[in-house]
Structures are given as C-alpha cells and as structure tokens.
C-alpha cells in the first residue's frame, strides 16, 4: 500500500499542512526456517508470524504441512520447507536449505555353531534375516534366529531393514559346518564274503568292487568272486555325521 498524510489545522488559526512524500509499505518476507533432524523427523521452530508451512520431498510437488513444524522421511528423502505470509503483514520465506535422511544399517548378526545349527542373536529393528549357503548362492529369508545346516555347507546371514527407517545390515562372516567323520569300517573275509562290523553312527556303506561304480547297502557284508578288491565306507546323514574315508 502507498498512502500520504497532512496535518489537518483548526480553520481559524492554523490551515492544513500540504500532504507529505509518498510512502509505500511493503511486507517483509518471513525467515527460511532452519530444518533439524532427529532420526527420520525434520523440524523447525514455529514462527509466530508464519501463517502455515509447505515443504516439498525431492523436488516434487508442494504440500502443506500437517504436522505443525514437523514432517516424517523416509530413507533418502531430500526435505525443503518454505514459511507461509499472510500476504498483508508478511511474505512467504524462500526455501529453506535442503535436507536428506539416510537410514542407519543394521547390526550384522554374528553367528555361532552348536552341532549343525548355526544361530544368532535378534537385531534391533530386523524386520527379518536373509541367509544364503555359499558366496554365491540363492538368497533365502526367515524370520527366526538359525538354520540348520548339512556337512559342508557355509553360511552367511544378514539382518533385513524396512528400508525407510533402516537398511539391510552386511553379510555376517561366513561360519562352515563341518559334521563328525565316521570311523572306516575293517574289512575281513569269511570264506568269499567281505564282511565290516556296524560303524555307530552309519545309515548305510558304500562299498566299490575293483574300482567299479559305487553301490550302497544297508547289509555288514558283501559275496565277492575269486580275484575280487573291494574297498567299503560308512555313509554319514550329513547333519550330525559325514562318511568315512
């Protein structure tokens, strides 16, 4: 607005004055507000001159806060926030400074080996475990604190993040299992039969004729003909127990 003024006289000893410079006022505009972050909560301190406060996420659309003087992020929300005149006695405030939140990881879990159970403690804020056996093998997820493993098998475990609030932890280190080898079976001959006493632990041998093609019985013994070399083992359940040499 531009407005003018005179001193308005008596009209007997004094006459009005002339009207004075042109004058125009013009609103200020509000402070940028300065944006805090705590975890994922951006905020600012109100000012009480501010009718109402928008902000805008990466650039996008603007949106009028509905929170008073806080807006909720998720991970890799970049956050501006502008202060709102009344249009007569202040102005709208430039953006503020832009603000991005990235998410914490999670805690890698560390896991431990009892017998062909690996396990590991619940991390704060999982919403679940990913494992895979071997480096380069297929991702599975579970929403327990172990697996349980076959002989030979290796493992790595990572905690999973909602990917908001929190990130996917690293791998874990790997942790092998390696089950109880079996004792070899002695062999000795009874006439033409090759027979092995029971080997504690065994649920089955395996035994090759001459260096032939592996075959497995459940039996102590096995009929050989003249001239016959046979080699036998005990066969593991690959969970508490491998085969023998």
Do not use: M
Request: aromatic share 8%.
């Amino acid at each position: 607005q531009t407005f003018i003024v005179k001193a308005v006289g008596n009209g007997i000893n004094t006459s009005d004055s002339d009207y004075s410079e042109e004058k125009t006022y013009v609103a200020g505009a509000l402070l940028a507000p300065e944006i805090i972050l705590i975890d994922n909560v951006a905020s600012w301190i109100k000012d009480e001159n501010a009718v109402e406060y928008v902000y805008k996420i990466n650039g996008g659309v603007e949106q009028k806060v509905e929170n008073g003087t806080s807006v909720t992020l998720k991970h890799g929300d970049t956050i501006q926030v502008k202060a709102k005149g009344d249009g007569e006695n202040s102005k709208d405030s430039d953006w503020s400074t832009s603000k991005t939140y990235k998410a914490p990881k999670l805690a890698t879990p560390n896991v431990t080996l009892s017998g062909n159970v690996a396990s590991w403690k619940a991390v704060a804020g999982a919403t679940k475990y990913a494992y895979k056996v071997e480096i380069d093998g297929e991702v599975k997820e579970v929403e327990t604190t172990s697996v349980v493993l076959t002989h030979g098998q290796t493992l790595y475990v990572r905690a999973l993040g909602n990917g908001e609030t929190s990130l996917d932890s690293d791998w874990s280190q790997e942790k092998a299992y390696v089950a109880e080898r079996l004792a070899t079976p002695e062999v000795t001959f009874e006439g033409n039969a090759a027979v092995w006493e029971a080997v504690d632990g065994a649920v089955g041998y395996a035994y090759v004729i001459n260096g032939g093609e592996e075959q497995n019985t459940n039996g102590l013994s096995v009929i050989l003909k003249n001239g016959d070399t046979i080699q036998v083992k005990a066969l593991g359940d690959n969970q508490d127990t491998c085969d023998s040499e």
